[in-house]
């Protein structure tokens, strides 16, 4: 059976791959949409959370004997704490200023956890064999799908509506919502706003860590994982629409299906066809997808 | 949103007040005197030992962070993606200079007019947007260029474009002797400084700064700010262009790491720790970055990226206006004190 021309396993194959691409793309995105939304900062270090989670994970499998699952908890949580230390001992000093300090600030970070993995670790890659419950593949009849993968979009899939509802749909998130709007009144009604500030960006810093724990089977663990991949969601927050929480989601997906078309029909494009549907997005439509004009 | 947030931080910016009520009253007697001492300087730096390779690679990243600096500092734009042009140019000149046994001035000429294109081409997707959003976009924009370099054929991918030959300037003056090419790439640096002095002086370098200070402002005034915006980051684009230009013929090679955006990221701290805005400011921070990259080296090896790390977080932490920014804000202090 063809598709278009090309035998339907490869094109599956990359489609799913791209599947897989996009739920990390969008699990990234969200994060940065969630801490851009409400705190107005672009994370930058992002990338580099992402990196230390999947280093967080790696280690303590590796090397403590503590099994997947564990791990997966875990390790969010140590970036969690991470991004409580940078926004409690830096970002903190920042707010009331132009954002873009807090983007040359963060920026600083990443350099300095790059480096320090950097030298830790080198610059070879380490990766560890997933648990006894994913592995394998289930045929699917049409294509073999491993189910690694499938568990990486479904938890994915997960996690971001998780997100949407707790933002959209709870009275935890009204009061996030409108600590942005207006801090002071906020604050009024008792609501700890600096407190509230510094867990969102925890929370943000999370989900970078849950990626990097759930990228680590399928892609080789550097510490140069996340500088690469930040700049691809950079563009889709953008395509996106910044700060939109559903903007970040869907064009994640899309983005990462896309770019697996593209390794299909003309894989030397592959790497640039998400900037090249910026730029055009960017023309046509400067507020983004999902975003508001503002 | 320009980057020095408050008026004041804006005006620490080096003296442009006297220059804006009589553009053509020329520089102070200090700053003159300075700049003139630190030419003095440069002139005769090979013959007190400095090693003039080292020197050139510091003239062309401080050209870089120059260019940079009329965008950032005079029209508050903050660009991430400064690398493309550099590092685009850098292979450009290489290439055509090496294939193509074109003459060094000719490679010089191709980089200033394919960054000149490329900027327009970034700009004017980039301009739509502001702050943060301008910033993210130019990032993006230049990743597309590191990977059309990483797969392209004449660049030579990860190996880079090496053996890159001087040539001979005009077809007389042999480059291959480092202290002639030193006294070359001086000269296009004071060029360039000079250019770069007298653009942010004229008018319509003081629209620029307006555009900074208050760009609604601007478009009440009936400013087509976006074409000034767009002129200037074609403009900063071409001198970053040249600089990486300039970079290849002096190191003769020209690689991926001149176009990988973490250029984008060195040249900005080097505004930022000389002091955005400011003139000698870019000079300073270029000399200091480089420097220390060649000292530690051999010395720290990768914890050179955490200390660049730490400088950066210190600098928008503690000292917002750079050396040379705090510096002259102290002395504004001090004569408004007396």
């Known amino acids: 059976m063809e598709i278009f021309g090309i035998p339907h396993q490869a094109f599956l194959g990359q489609l799913m791959l791209g599947l897989v691409n996009g739920a990390f793309y969008a699990m990234l995105s969200l994060g940065l949409a969630v801490i851009f939304g409400l705190l107005d900062i672009v994370n930058f270090a992002h990338g580099a959370l992402y990196m230390v989670g999947a280093f967080a994970a790696w280690i303590m499998m590796d090397s403590w004997g503590i099994n997947y699952w564990f791990a997966l908890v875990l390790a969010p949580l140590i970036v969690g704490v991470l991004g409580v230390i940078i926004e409690r001992g830096l970002l903190k000093r920042l707010y009331g200023l132009d954002p873009l300090y807090g983007l040359l600030l963060t920026f600083g970070v990443s350099l300095i956890l790059e480096g320090i993995f950097r030298k830790q670790y080198g610059v070879s890659g380490q990766s560890y064999s997933v648990p006894e419950l994913l592995s394998g593949a289930t045929n699917l009849g049409f294509m073999i799908l491993p189910n690694y993968r499938a568990w990486v979009v479904v938890a994915s899939i997960a996690v ?34 600096p407190v509230m500030v510094t867990l969102t ?45 559903l903007g970040s989601v869907v064009t994640g997906l899309g983005l990462g299906v896309v770019e697996g078309f593209t390794r299909v029909f003309y894989p030397e494009a592959s790497n640039i066809v998400v900037f090249v549907i910026m730029a055009i997005v960017l023309v046509l439509r400067p507020a983004g997808l999902f975003g508001k004009e503002t | 949103m320009s980057l020095p947030t408050s008026p004041a931080a804006g005006q620490a910016a080096l003296h442009p007040q006297p220059a804006a009520t009589e553009p053509r009253a020329g520089l102070p007697r200090a700053v003159l005197i300075t700049y003139l001492a630190l030419l003095g300087l440069a002139l005769v730096a090979p ?26 500092g005079f029209t508050g734009l903050l660009s991430f993606g400064h690398a493309a042009f550099f590092g685009f140019s850098a292979y450009v000149t290489g290439w055509l200079v090496k294939a193509h046994n074109w003459t060094p001035e000719l490679g010089l000429l191709a980089g200033l007019v394919v960054a000149a294109l490329l900027g327009l081409v970034f700009g004017f997707v980039a301009i739509r947007r502001q702050g943060i959003y301008f910033a993210m976009i130019t990032l993006a924009l230049s990743q597309m260029v590191f990977f059309l370099c990483l797969q392209a054929p004449f660049t030579g991918g ?68 976006d074409r000034y915006k767009l002129l200037a980051f074609v403009l900063s684009a071409s001198l970053a262009g040249l600089a990486g230009s300039l970079k290849t013929l002096v190191m003769k090679f020209a690689t991926l790491t001149d176009v990988h955006w973490t250029m984008s990221g060195e040249v900005i701290l080097m505004s930022l720790l000389g002091g955005v805005g400011t003139f000698l400011g870019p000079v300073l921070g270029a000399g200091i970055v480089i420097s220390l990259q060649n000292m530690l080296a051999d010395k720290v090896g990768e914890w050179v990226t955490v200390i660049i790390g730490v400088i950066f977080v210190l600098c928008v932490l503690a000292f917002r206006k750079g050396i040379v920014g705090e510096l002259l804000a102290w002395l504004d202090r001090r004569r408004t004190r007396a």
């Open chain 1, 160 to 193: 971001c509506l998780a997100t949407w509802f707790i933002i959209e749909r709870t009275r935890l998130g009204a009061y996030l919502r409108a600590g942005t709007e207006n801090a002071k009144l906020v604050q009024a009604f008792g609501v700890n706003v």
């Open chain 1, 201 to 245: 960006f925890a929370a943000g810093a999370a989900l970078a860590g849950l990626a990097g724990v759930l990228a680590a089977p399928v892609i080789q663990v550097t510490p140069l994982m996340g500088s690469n991949l930040i700049i691809v969601v950079f563009a889709v927050v953008v395509i996106g629409g910044m700060g939109s929480i």
């Open chain 2, 47 to 72: 013959a007190i030992g400095l090693y003039p390779v080292f020197m050139m690679k510091l003239l062309c990243f401080a050209l870089f962070a120059c260019a940079f600096n009329l965008l950032l």
């Open chain 2, 158 to 225: 990860e190996d880079g474009l090496q053996g890159v030959m001087r040539g001979k300037l005009f077809g007389v003056l042999s480059l291959v002797d480092d202290r002639v090419m030193y006294y070359v790439v001086l000269a296009i640096f004071v060029a360039c400084f000079v250019g770069i002095l007298r653009i942010v002086t004229s008018p319509f370098g003081q629209v620029l700064k307006m555009i900074r200070e208050n760009e609604a402002r601007a478009v009440s005034l009936g400013y087509n700010v």
